[in-house]
């Protein structure tokens, strides 16, 4: 079974930046899409970008042209980085693959 773990996650002022990373073990998963999701308070858990094992990728309207999802296979590792940060991009923010969730980190954009 895969595990997923989530990191770079933080506390940035609006229009800023960060990267985020999904690090999987216990199995080779770049055969496999890949997604990452959020989750604010209050809301449910939400898509935000995914990418298929041969690099297409797809993103959620909101986030489109701010956000990108990229992988590197021999890393087994998904990232997302996400500039022009808005507050309404505080989540936690989960990667997603093979059945498996990781735990999530958290994304707090406030100034």
């Known amino acids: 079974q895969v595990q997923l773990v989530e990191s770079g996650g933080g506390l940035v002022q609006p229009g800023g930046s960060l990267n985020l990373s999904c690090a999987a073990s216990g199995r080779i998963f770049s055969l496999w899409p890949t997604g990452w999701y959020r989750q604010a308070p209050g809301k449910q858990r939400e898509l935000v970008a995914i990418?298929?094992?041969?690099?297409?990728?797809n993103y959620a309207d909101s986030v489109k042209g701010r956000f990108t999802i990229s992988r590197d296979n021999t890393k087994n590792t998904v990232y997302l980085q996400m500039n022009s940060l808005k507050p309404e991009d505080t989540a936690v923010y989960y990667c997603y693959a093979m059945a498996a969730w990781g735990s999530g980190t958290l994304v707090t954009v406030s100034s």
């Open positions: 990418i298929t094992s041969n690099g297409v990728t």
